[in-house]
């Protein structure tokens, strides 16, 4: 088993917000606490792209190096999860993420009353016995346990948003991006990310006269 | 009473500038070990009751259920 990863098509994602809907409800999460959410870039304009954001599972994580309890730990599939009561809710993690992915119950409040850090566990739970009530209250649910992968990329009605080994939902993209039948870097939506609009060259079918 | 105060210029200037050494700015790096309590394995326990291989095929499987190309085709 290789790294497991989250991968976003924002060439599909149509901004439901149905990954938000569906971790919020797998883990019963309190107000205030967004594991996961969607962002768009340019939003009301012709063309706006959307990609669903959370823990991003990196690495070499930052949350883990300025982590002054050390509560963080990875599994063996490369998951990033913490250790709630080691945590002290100081807030360096959500300082350190680049997607902004801890999140603290009582919002943005002083040091000490922010709450325990909570964030995206790839549904994998954290560190007590898989699939117990002791689990499921601090970290919410375990599908990784049950042999599932996590309900936002399941429950993804375009497919936009996918999870799991690295090696198998990257192949998954590039088969996809292929097909779109655009050339080149083109195909993987980097000049639609970074660039210019552009028509790509069209492509001589075979056998065409 | 020259020589004093030079001598007595000397120790102060020499001692107020003692703590200006320069130091590295920079933090070293020291990447912490968790100690927390240790998580059982995605296989151990429930369903798969340690069965990692039955556990990576349901997984794959569902992986594979993410590609439309092969649900369709």
Same mark, same amino acid.
């Given at each position: 088993m290789a790294r497991m990863k989250f991968l976003c098509d924002a060439e599909r994602c149509i901004e439901c917000n149905g990954c938000v809907t569906a971790c919020k409800n797998e883990h &019963?999460?309190?107000?205030?606490?967004?594991?996961?959410?969607?962002?768009?870039?340019?939003? =009301?304009?012709? =063309?706006?792209? !959307?990609? !669903?954001v959370s823990c991003m599972h990196c690495s070499d994580a930052p949350c883990m190096a300025v982590c002054p309890t050390d509560c963080f730990y990875k599994t063996e599939e490369g998951v990033v999860l913490h250790n709630k009561d080691a945590c002290i809710g100081c807030g360096y993690? @959500? @300082?350190?993420?680049? @997607?902004?992915? +801890?999140? @603290? +119950?009582?919002? +943005?409040?002083? #040091? =000490?009353?922010?709450g325990k850090m909570d964030k995206c566990t790839f549904c994998a739970g954290g560190p007590e016995e898989n699939g117990s009530k002791a689990e499921y209250e601090k970290y919410g649910s375990n599908r990784i !346990?049950? =042999?599932?992968?996590?309900a936002c990329? &399941?429950?993804c009605a375009t497919k936009a948003l996918l999870a799991g080994d690295a090696p198998v939902i990257s *192949?998954? #993209?590039? *088969?996809?991006?292929?097909?779109?039948?655009?050339?080149?870097d083109a195909a993987w939506g980097w000049t639609t990310a970074y660039g210019k609009p552009e028509q790509a060259a069209p492509v001589a079918k075979e056998g065409a006269k | 009473m020259k020589k004093a105060l030079f001598l007595a210029l000397t120790v102060t200037v020499g001692l107020s500038l003692s703590a200006c050494g320069e130091y590295s700015q920079v933090a070293s790096y020291k990447p912490g070990n968790y100690q927390g309590k240790s998580d059982t394995r995605p296989w151990e326990g429930g369903q798969f009751a340690g069965n990692k291989q039955a556990w990576e095929a349901a997984l794959n499987s569902r992986n594979q259920t993410q590609n439309e190309y092969k649900r369709t085709h």
């Open positions: &019963e999460l309190p107000w205030g606490v967004n594991r996961r959410r969607v962002v768009t870039i340019n939003d =009301g304009v012709p =063309g706006e792209k !959307s990609i !669903s993690c @959500f @300082f350190a993420c680049p @997607f902004g992915a +801890p999140q @603290f +119950p009582n919002g +943005p409040a002083a #040091f =000490g009353t922010r !346990s049950e =042999g599932k992968l996590p990329a &399941e429950m *192949d998954i #993209f590039r *088969d996809r991006a292929l097909r779109r039948g655009k050339a080149g | -």
